[in-house]
């Protein structure tokens, strides 16, 4: 889970919350030949089981291809299916201890919203990377927790586990997150619905 100073791979890529048709998986290969997403995480709540497997195979080969790390949203059994590289769990998601017997060593990472002691919970259980947020203002999904910078500080610390920031991440705020010591910043709006640049264009702004 360690950053990769070199290339720089900052991006924690979430997918949009549909997948209407095969302009994405077009995207997905511009995007992620760009170098710099670290993982691209698979996250449709609205889709049948099928449908997340027949969507899930073809965004696994593009990960490979690009040698990003697969991971599943909420599911660790469709993980272990897809035979994705890891999952990432909520709170009301599977118990990290349960998911790890399904999953074995594959990623897990934990979401903490804004509080330490969820972070020392998941620190304790083994999770390979911890995720705070909201950070910001997000389109994406509602916010019930607002993180600020000082949680990144008072969680580097506490660990050396990877740190992803997430909620409303884009151009104009992305700097901040990485000065104050998040290893990753989790982005899916700014990609995928931004109405100035289209997906390739928008990640290669982020520098």
């Known amino acids: 889970m360690k950053q990769n100073k ?4 900052f991006i924690y890529l979430i997918s949009p919350n549909k997948i209407k048709n095969e302009d994405f998986y077009v995207n997905l290969s511009l995007v992620l030949s ?14 049948t089981n099928k449908n997340k497997l027949i969507i899930g195979k073809k ?5 490979k291809r690009y040698k990003v790390k697969f991971l599943i949203n909420d599911d660790p059994r469709l993980a272990k299916k897809l ?12 118990d990290i201890l349960k998911a790890r017997k399904i999953l074995k060593n594959k990623i897990i990472g934990i979401t903490c919203h804004n509080s330490i002691n969820l972070a020392k919970k998941a620190i304790n259980n083994g999770a390979d990377y911890l995720a705070f947020g909201a950070f910001y203002s997000s389109q994406t999904k509602k916010i019930k927790y607002k993180a600020s910078l000082k949680i990144l500080r008072l969680a580097k610390k506490i660990t050396n586990t ?8 884009k151009l104009s705020n992305y700097k901040r997150l990485l000065l104050n010591k998040a290893n990753f910043l989790a982005i899916s709006g700014y990609i995928w619905n931004n109405k100035k640049y289209k997906p390739l264009e928008a ?3 982020l520098k």
């Open 6 to 9: 070199t290339n720089k791979k």
């Open 34 to 47: 760009s170098k710099k997403v670290s993982f691209f995480q698979l996250r449709i709540k609205k889709e």
């Open 59 to 63: 965004i696994h080969k593009i990960c």
């Open 83 to 94: 035979n994705a590289d890891g999952c990432h769990l909520g709170q009301k998601d599977m």
């Open 162 to 169: 990877s740190i992803v920031a997430i909620g409303g991440i």
């Open 203 to 205: 990640i290669k702004r």
